[in-house]
Every structure is written in structure tokens, then in C-alpha cells.
């Protein structure tokens, strides 16, 4: 299951952003010392904006904006703390489903819940009077029945070679850890059904994976063993607040980071897409999406800075949009860095011994059923011939 309040698929407007010396008309270019008078000004402007919001331009560290340049950057031994921002989009070539895209997306095809609105299945209120849907869709897209794709296994390997300060993801699938990542190497924003918690205010008994997946797929509507509240898994609702580790990490991280690869998320909810603005001014941004986004509103690129991604404008430095699926961004990526043999024979070794792992697990699980049920009929026979005789 993906994260409910973010996804990679929706479309984004491109924004327009004027060029205030392309706006100026000929007459005021003959003006000689007015157009001179209004360049300064504007020269002012930027640097007054500069000086008071911290966002001037900082020096320029790819010597080419592109994949290409990215992957000298990383080869040249500079770069040493990349951390991954990752959404809905690095999961749907495993088969789960984002949540804005028109027609696929898990927002499209809610209506047999019978909700008032789509998004109503992640809201908090909404949850503890009616938790059916929720659960009803937790079946159909309950972690441990997808494999990690090739781009999960993309960022496992910068972990295995050393690169990786941290992955912040806003996905609740579960499938970075599946890969190989560790809880220190994650952040999972909107958090995991790694831990489910009782809502009771004052309960809160705590509960595992396997705790939670019986109760789903029995059909039952989890309910706490001590007081009988309703049991969530630990994912983040709408009107509920991120765990407090983001804002503590995120602190200690992206002054750091060398390097920011962000994947399949169209930033689009707060505050995980404010993130890219938290590198310092020189760090490198990739975008690995099927559209570009998270850019600068007009008004902040009108005076050529912001916080937001710049990949078109005469003034882009830093920012590189590599617009294709996640895995064929990250193979890419992978095969410039000389990785990419490696990424498809790790990504194989691993999908067989997940198969494998599982035909094993349903085998115990047949074996020890028929187990049951032949030590079970004996015993009935010898109950019932005990009572005759």
C-alpha cells in the first residue's frame, strides 16, 4: 500500500514565470541610462530579497545539467551524503497503485466504499466512526504481497556503498524496508504499518505486523485486547501530525546533504515537499518523475530564486529533471555510474529469494493445516468410541 496523501502521477500545471528584461519594450531600451536604471534596480531587488529570505543563489557544483552530470558529481568523490526523497510513483511498477493519477490512480476507484469524498478514507474523524473502508482497502493492498522495485533496490545500494545518509519516504508500504533499509537509514513521513496503535487516548497498547495482518484478513475490525478501542496501523491520517523523528532528522540531514534525489512524488503536500528548499543553496536536486514539479511559483522566479526546483529558467544551476518511470531513471542513473549489471543481478537474486521465502512460508502453512486436521480426526473417532464403550 502506498502513502495516502501523496502520489507520482498527478499532473502538473507548468508554471509561466516572466522575464522582467524580456517584458521591457524597445522604447525603454533606447532610453540608455533608464534601462541601465532598471536593471539595477531589479539587481537590487534580487539581492535586498537575497540578504532578508536566505535564498540567493549558491555556487554552481554540476559541471552539466543532466543525468550525465549528476553521475560525474557522484563519481567525483564529493558527494558523500545523498539522501532519497521518494513517493507513491517508485511503487507502482510492484502493482500498487498511486493515488491522483485520472483513472488508475486509487482516488479513481474508491467508489465502492461509498464515501463521501475519496480522500475521506485517510481521514482521521472519518476512521473512527466508519473504519470498514479503510480496512476493506488495507486487504486489497496489505504490505507483504508486493516485491521492492528496481528503484528501492537503487537506494539500497547507495546505502551498501556508503552513499546514503537517509531515505524520507511518504510511502506506507513497507517496501524499503523489504529492500534492505534499516529504520535508521529511513524516514517514513507518513508513517508504517510496521506498528499499529490502539486510538484510545489513554491506552495506546501497541501491536506487530503479524498482530494486524490476521485481524485483516479475518475480516475482523481490529480492536484492542485491553480496553476494546479501535487498533490503527501506524500511518499517518489526514488531521494527524508526522512523527516527531521528521522534524528532528530532517534538521540534522539536509544541511549535509550533497546531494538530493528526489523520485515519483509530485510534492504536493506540506510538509514533505517544503524539504527541497532545506539543502543549502549549492546542492545538486534530481528529479526522477514522470513530469516535472515542485517548481518555484512565478512571483519567487520572477526575481530568480525560491526555494522550489528551477530546470528551465536562464538562471537553473543546480536543478536536473530526468522525466521517465522511476526504475528506468534509476537504471539509467545506475548505468552511468557503472552499476547497472549489479542493479539487475541484485534486483533478481533478491525477487527469487522472495519467491522462494514465500513458497516455503505457504508450504509450512499447508503442511502444518493438514497436520491439524489429521491429528484432529483421530481423536474425535476415539472420543466417540470412549462414550460407547
Not at 44 to 69: I, M, Y
Not at 187 to 214: P, Q
Not at 296 to 309: H, V
Request: with cysteine; aromatic share 10%.
Amino acid at each position: 500500500m502506498s502513502d495516502a496523501p501523496e502520489s507520482s502521477d498527478k499532473k502538473e500545471e507548468e508554471t509561466s514565470i516572466p522575464n522582467p528584461e524580456e517584458d521591457e519594450s524597445e522604447d525603454s531600451s533606447d532610453e540608455g541610462e533608464g534601462g541601465a536604471s532598471g536593471e539595477a534596480e531589479m539587481d537590487f531587488l534580487r539581492n535586498l530579497f537575497s540578504r532578508t529570505l536566505g535564498l540567493s543563489p549558491g555556487e554552481k557544483v554540476l559541471d552539466e545539467l543532466s543525468l550525465e552530470g549528476v553521475a560525474r558529481y557522484i563519481q567525483s568523490g564529493k558527494c558523500k551524503n545523498i539522501i532519497c526523497m521518494v513517493g507513491a510513483g517508485i511503487s507502482t511498477s510492484a502493482g500498487i497503485p498511486d493515488f491522483r493519477s485520472p483513472g488508475t490512480g486509487l482516488y479513481a476507484n474508491l467508489q465502492k466504499y461509498n464515501l463521501p469524498y475519496p480522500e475521506a478514507i485517510f481521514q482521521i474523524d472519518y476512521f473512527k466512526k466508519h473504519p470498514e473502508p479503510f480496512f476493506a482497502l488495507a486487504k486489497e493492498l496489505y504490505p507483504g504481497q508486493f516485491k521492492p522495485t528496481v528503484c528501492h533496490y537503487f537506494i539500497r545500494m547507495l546505502k551498501d556503498k556508503g552513499l546514503l545518509r537517509r531515505c524520507y519516504s511518504q510511502n506506507i508500504d513497507t517496501l524499503e524496508r523489504v529492500a534492505g533499509l534499516q529504520g535508521d537509514d529511513l524516514i517514513e513521513a507518513h508513517g508504517t504499518f510496521y506498528t499499529s496503535h490502539c486510538v484510545s487516548f489513554l491506552c495506546r497498547k501497541e501491536y506487530n505486523l503479524d498482530w494486524m495482518k490476521e485481524k485483516i484478513f479475518s475480516d475482523e475490525i481490529p480492536k484492542c485486547d485491553k480496553c476494546n478501542g479501535l487498533v490503527k496501523p501506524d500511518i499517518v491520517f489526514f488531521g494527524e501530525n508526522l512523527p516527531a523523528r521528521f522534524f528532528t532528522s530532517m534538521k540534522m540531514d539536509f544541511p549535509r546533504c550533497d546531494l538530493l534525489i528526489i523520485m515519483g512524488t509530485s510534492l504536493q503536500v506540506q510538509p514533505f515537499a517544503s524539504l527541497v528548499s532545506r539543502v543549502s543553496n549549492s546542492t545538486p536536486r534530481l528529479l526522477i518523475n514522470m513530469e516535472k514539479t515542485g517548481q518555484s511559483d512565478a512571483l519567487m522566479g520572477m526575481f530568480g530564486f525560491g526555494g522550489g526546483m528551477d530546470f528551465d529558467s536562464e538562471k537553473a544551476y543546480r536543478d536536473v529533471a530526468y522525466l521517465s518511470t522511476c526504475d528506468e531513471g534509476c537504471l539509467a542513473l545506475a548505468d552511468l555510474l557503472g552499476w547497472k549489471v549489479e542493479l539487475e543481478e541484485f534486483v533478481k537474486r533478491e525477487h527469487e529469494r522472495i519467491d522462494s521465502k514465500d513458497k516455503q512460508d505457504k508450504a509450512k502453512s499447508t503442511n502444518e493445516s493438514s497436520g491439524a486436521a489429521e491429528g484432529k480426526a483421530p481423536g474425535v473417532e476415539t472420543e466417540k468410541s470412549d462414550k460407547k464403550e
